[in-house]
């Protein structure tokens, strides 16, 4: 079993930055695609961005493709959502999720494939 714990919201101006971290339990965080999710109020939770186990293959979800980096340290048990030219419309709760797979170059971008959740880290991004 893991647990995730998210860090790195915030409150931040129209075209601002942020890091989000994602901090994994366990001795296999090398085994898992590694996931971001965000939802903002009313609305569905949607994919954001997805690592690989091995961190060579990302995907991204259309809205942030180009301002959304993610990367991960499997020495350090963590994963990474680099977030520039922030908008307001990025304004939700950020969640990070993992899914053990054997295939290291897998990643995954439904919310039905990860077993594991964090609690969540709140962005906000002010106009």
């Known amino acids: 079993q893991v647990q995730l714990v998210e860090s790195g919201g915030g409150l931040v101006q129209t075209g601002g930055s942020l890091r989000l971290s994602c901090a994994a339990s366990g001795r296999t965080f090398s085994s898992y695609v590694m996931g971001w999710f965000r939802q903002a109020p009313g609305k569905e939770r949607e994919f954001v961005a997805a690592i690989s186990p091995s961190g ?54 439904g919310l039905k494939d990860y077993d594991y959740w964090g609690q969540g880290t709140q962005v906000t991004v002010s106009s």
């Not at 980096?69 to 969640?95: C, F, G």
């Open 56 to 109: 060579g293959n990302a995907a991204y979800g259309d809205s942030v493709k180009g301002r959304f980096t993610i990367s991960r340290e499997n020495a350090k048990n963590t994963m990474y959502l680099q977030m520039n030219s922030l908008k307001p419309e990025d304004t939700a709760v950020y969640y990070c999720a993992a899914a053990r797979r054997a295939v290291v170059t897998v990643v995954l971008d």
